[in-house]
């Protein structure tokens, strides 16, 4: 059964007609807009729909809910990885099927997409060359160098720079995907569980760092997290999506913003 998320007026409602000097620096300020968007992988059996969601900068962003409700495939969609059923989607001021521009997003899969017989050095630079580096350069620039060694640093990994991915633990490989992440500076980040298996102490350092680079750039955070209470401590908002599982009475899957 298709869940509905609504959204309230915090959200962000832009309506029609003119808007006001202050509707239109929310308007500049928006990194993320859903307008009627329904998604799932087949259209006689849609998983999600989205009538109306702003995202703004600055914002962190927390969904949360049983598994296997649509979490992963409303992140997913939102980083252009599956097309909407239906409705618009705008991300980083292009509407999809266009592309957001180069580097603008940044994506923490679960499975984190690392190349496993790389080293650390090389799997944080692809990040940062899709932010600081001409695509068409066969070497990277001083910035991304830069940003690259910063990343590592923040992260911890200083000493496993020159190590493969694939002698790393699970929790190093996550801070190396973080790190690719912040060293490409994207003006949104789009995180799915990306602090499972890290100790309690590394990942109150990696959410301060993550936290921090989005409250210091402006850009936008979207994180995919299951424990309900790291969720709200770490978000502005809170999208919780329950088929029962949470509230046995509810009749069908809903989905809604929890005040925090």
Known sequence: MMTSLTSHDRLGK????PMSKDEGQLQDDCVVSLEGVVIGYDSNNPLLKVPDLTIKSGEIVAITGSSGVGKTTLLRTIAGLIRPISGTLRVCHSTLP????RGSVGYIPQRLGLVRHASVRHNVMLGARAGHTNPLSLFPSSEAIEHTDYSIERMGLTDKANEPIRRLSGGQQRRVATARTLAQKPKLIMADEFLSELDEETLEKVLSEVTGYVRSSGAALI?????FARAKSMADRLLLIDDGRVNPFLSETTAVEVKI
């Open 223 to 227: 994180v995919v997290e299951h424990d």
């Open 98 to 101: 266009s592309k957001p521009p």
């Open 14 to 17: 832009y309506g029609a007609g």
